[in-house]
Each structure stands twice: as C-alpha cells, then as structure tokens.
C-alpha cells in the first residue's frame, strides 16, 4: 500500500516559519510569514515527522516496534501474527491469515489516505514470485534494461560470469575507457547482486578499476553482462520451512589482490538452506598468514551473523551455538584459546570478539571440507559446472 502526500500528515514540534508561497499572499499583511502547523515536502523535519506519526499510530493499535529495524513491526493475536514493514510512504505486510489483512488495510484507510497496490509483486526494483511453496526475488526486468541500456540486449551470452584463468591488473599499455559509462555498469551490476550472488565475486573485483578503467576491463565487465544475458531467471528463492536454523559459513583468499598483497574475506550465511545474506569484501590490513587472514574474516562475518540473530529476535526466534563453518583448523583454534602466541599477538584487539561470542556460545566454529565450503564461490572464479543450476 502506499500513502498518499505522507510527510504533510506529519506534526512538527519547532517553531517553522515560511515565506507566504506565490498566488497566496496576503493583500493586509504582505510582509508577514506563515507559521506551520505541520509537516511539509521539502522540509528537512518532514520524514522524521512522518514516521513519527506512523509509528505512534501503529502502537497505540498494539503493534511492537522491532528493536533492530525501527520501521518493522509486529502484532500477535492469539496463533495468528501480521508483520508490516515501512519504507518511506510505501508498506508492505503479511499475516498468518487473510483476515489480519484485511483489518490491518481497513485501519489504515480510517486513519490515512491510502492507494492499496494488491498482492506484492515488485518493490525497490524487486520482483516478487509468491506461490504455495515459497517466494522467489528476481530482478528479471532489471537485468534487461541494463542491457538494452549498455546495448548488449543481442550479445551472445556466456556461461560464467568470469573466466577461471582471469588476473587483471593496471595494464598501463591498455587504452582507457570512458570511466562514466564503466561506473555506470559496475554501479548497476552492483545492484544487480542484491538477487544475484553468482556474481558478486567478479562485480567485487572489476569494482577495483573505477578510476582509470581500460579497454581490458571494460571487455572484462562485459562478460559478467553476456553472463547475465543468459541467466536472466536466476533469483533467490525462500521456501516455507518449519524450522529457522541459523548457518554460516566464511572463508578468505590469502593474499589474493595480486597488487596490494591483501587478502579478501568471502561469506554467506543461511536460515534453514535460505540463502539470505553474502558478501565480498577486501581485508584493510596486510595479513601474514593463511590463518590471520581466515580469523579475520571470521570477524567481519560473525558480526553479520550476529546481526541477523539479533533480527531473528524481533521475530520471538532465538538462536543459540550458531555453526559457523571454516576450511582452516587454525582459524578455529585461535578463536577457541585465550593464550597469545606469537604468530598471533600482534592482531588487534576487534578481532578478538570471536573469542568472546565463542566461549559464550553464541556461535560454534566447525570444519568444513574445502570442496564443501561453499563460500568459495565469493573467493575466485570457477568452471562451468560450479554455475550449472
């Protein structure tokens, strides 16, 4: 549903004083201002004061306030519950059951004027699949227009999104590029990611190469769009499930920018086989070893693991000894003693929370073979076969 003129049913609680707007000046009091009385576009108070009223309505009609995501909320009404979540003036929500729908759509209307958009079928250039089994997210019409926009709407599509051999560098000798529309492409395959981790390892790299883009790397990034050309169903699916099993799994490339010598930490994370959280992401600090660089990357990981529990607690799902699985023993072992050995005294102290989380239990670090870890495919490029659905 969406709310229509939002912000000017917003109150204000400073004083606000505007020039009388053209056509409406007074004749008696030309030199006098307006003072207001509420919220208006434009101005700076105007989304706070529009939120502020929302959510004042939606909990004084008993609906709670999620303590990580202000603009979720919830209501339980005996087995049954309703979750809305507020996006500016657009809300999108869901029940148990049909009934809670419709008497949350009729509240709304009596308090707001509203426009109902029906059964959610796109948000924030999202498009939505709902059916018995699960929802599936794709970005089906994005990927075409980013095509058609950077004219290969009739290139011949690939089968990955980067060849396994590919080590790009400056490459001095190579022509330049024209660095607007490189950013444009790198700036909408980024988007393109929030459905589409198959591709968020090379989009990562080829993001590297914004300043003084080349001709290698403009026919590089090109790949990933003849790769999408061939793959434009792809999207991330949420079955139903009984259980909300919390699972992560995290991995680093040891020095694996050929220039800067800095490894890269790759995660991704899962609620009952849902995939719903990846990243890749370089590493600030040069580490010294396979097993700093994977400990550090357990950090940056199990904060978002820690996150996601914490979200998964607005919705009454509590979540303890999370498995978290590694390829490196050593990564474990650090994370499991409090001594301080010399190959490791030397990592800051940030990092160290692990140690903390893990002998509270909170999150439990197991192996994992390496051709098991499926985090891999935020690390480096693979064959054919990897990407076969």
Same mark, same amino acid.
Not at 50 to 63: H, I, P
Not at 71 to 82: A, G, Q, S, V
Not at 237 to 250: A, D, E, I, K, W
Not at 346 to 375: C, M, P, S, W
């Given at each position: 549903?969406?709310?229509?003129?939002?912000?000017?049913? =917003?109150?204000?609680?400073?004083? @606000?004083?505007?020039?009388?707007?053209?056509?409406?000046?007074?004749?008696?009091?030309?030199?006098?201002?307006?003072?207001?009385?509420?919220?208006?576009?434009?101005?700076?108070?105007?989304?706070?004061?529009?939120?502020?009223?929302?959510?004042?309505?939606?909990?004084?009609?008993?609906?709670?306030?999620?303590?990580?995501?202000?603009?979720?909320?919830?209501?339980?009404?005996?087995?049954?519950?309703?979750? @809305?979540?507020?996006?500016?003036?657009?809300?999108?929500?869901?029940?148990?059951?049909? /009934?809670?729908?419709?008497?949350?759509?009729?509240?709304?209307?009596?308090?707001?004027?509203?426009?109902?958009?029906?059964?959610?079928? /796109?948000?924030?250039?999202?498009?939505?699949?709902?059916?018995?089994? =699960?929802?599936?997210?794709?970005?089906?019409?994005?990927?075409?227009?980013?095509?058609?926009?950077?004219?290969?709407?009739?290139?011949?599509?690939?089968?990955?999104?980067?060849?396994?051999?590919?080590?790009?560098?400056?490459?001095?000798?190579?022509?330049?590029?024209?660095?607007?529309?490189?950013? =444009?492409? @790198?700036?909408?395959?980024?988007?393109?990611?929030?459905?589409?981790?198959?591709?968020?390892?090379?989009?990562?790299?080829?993001?590297?190469?914004? @300043?003084?883009?080349?001709?290698?790397?403009?026919?590089?990034?090109?790949?990933?769009?003849?790769?999408?050309?061939?793959?434009?169903?792809?999207?991330?699916?949420?079955?139903?499930?009984?259980?909300?099993?919390?699972?992560?799994?995290?991995?680093?490339?040891?020095? =694996?920018?050929?220039?800067?010598?800095?490894?890269?930490?790759?995660?991704?994370?899962?609620?009952?086989?849902?995939?719903?959280?990846?990243? /890749?992401?370089?590493?600030?600090?040069?580490?010294?070893?396979?097993?700093?660089?994977?400990?550090?990357?357990?950090?940056?990981?199990?904060?978002?693991?820690?996150?996601?529990?914490?979200?998964?607690?607005?919705?009454?799902?509590?979540?303890?000894?999370?498995?978290?699985?590694?390829?490196?023993?050593?990564?474990?072992?650090?994370?499991?003693?409090?001594?301080?050995?010399?190959?490791?005294?030397?990592?800051?102290?940030?990092?160290?929370?692990?140690?903390?989380?893990?002998?509270?239990?909170?999150?439990?670090?197991?192996?994992?073979?390496?051709?098991?870890?499926?985090?891999?495919?935020?690390?480096?490029?693979?064959?054919?076969?990897?990407?076969?659905?």
């Amino acid at each position: 549903m969406d709310v229509k003129s939002a912000f000017l049913n =917003g109150t204000i609680s400073e004083e @606000v004083y505007v020039n009388q707007p053209p056509g409406f000046e007074s004749d008696l009091l030309p030199s006098h201002v307006f003072k207001l009385k509420k919220a208006l576009y434009g101005l700076k108070q105007a989304p706070q004061a529009w939120y502020d009223k929302l959510s004042s309505f939606l909990t004084s009609n008993n609906f709670i306030r999620g303590n990580i995501h202000s603009t979720l909320f919830r209501k339980e009404i005996k087995d049954d519950f309703i979750i @809305v979540k507020i996006y500016v003036d657009d809300i999108i929500f869901g029940a148990t059951n049909d /009934s809670l729908c419709q008497k949350f759509s009729k509240l709304m209307q009596d308090e707001f004027e509203m426009s109902m958009m029906g059964e959610l079928k /796109s948000f924030l250039g999202l498009q939505i699949v709902q059916s018995n089994e =699960g929802i599936k997210i794709h970005q089906m019409k994005y990927t075409k227009e980013i095509l058609k926009k950077y004219k290969m709407d009739d290139a011949k599509p690939m089968k990955t999104p980067m060849h396994p051999s590919t080590t790009l560098g400056l490459d001095e000798d190579s022509p330049e590029v024209d660095s607007t529309m490189y950013r =444009g492409i @790198v700036g909408s395959l980024l988007y393109l990611t929030t459905s589409r981790p198959d591709i968020m390892f090379s989009v990562y790299i080829y993001a590297r190469f914004q @300043v003084k883009p080349k001709e290698v790397h403009l026919q590089a990034v090109k790949r990933i769009l003849r790769y999408i050309k061939g793959t434009t169903n792809l999207g991330i699916s949420f079955y139903r499930r009984q259980n909300f099993t919390l699972l992560g799994y995290y991995d680093a490339d040891y020095a =694996g920018d050929k220039w800067e010598r800095k490894s890269t930490s790759e995660g991704c994370h899962f609620l009952d086989h849902c995939l719903v959280s990846w990243t /890749s992401k370089r590493q600030s600090k040069i580490a010294l070893s396979t097993s700093e660089a994977e400990y550090v990357a357990a950090r940056h990981y199990l904060t978002q693991l820690l996150w996601i529990k914490h979200q998964l607690e607005d919705y009454d799902i509590y979540e303890s000894s999370i498995p978290v699985l590694c390829d490196n023993t050593a990564a474990i072992n650090i994370s499991k003693t409090l001594v301080l050995h010399s190959r490791t005294k030397h990592i800051k102290i940030k990092h160290h929370f692990i140690r903390d989380h893990v002998q509270k239990g909170t999150f439990n670090l197991i192996y994992v073979k390496t051709e098991e870890q499926l985090a891999n495919i935020f690390t480096k490029p693979f064959q054919e076969d990897r990407y076969t659905c």
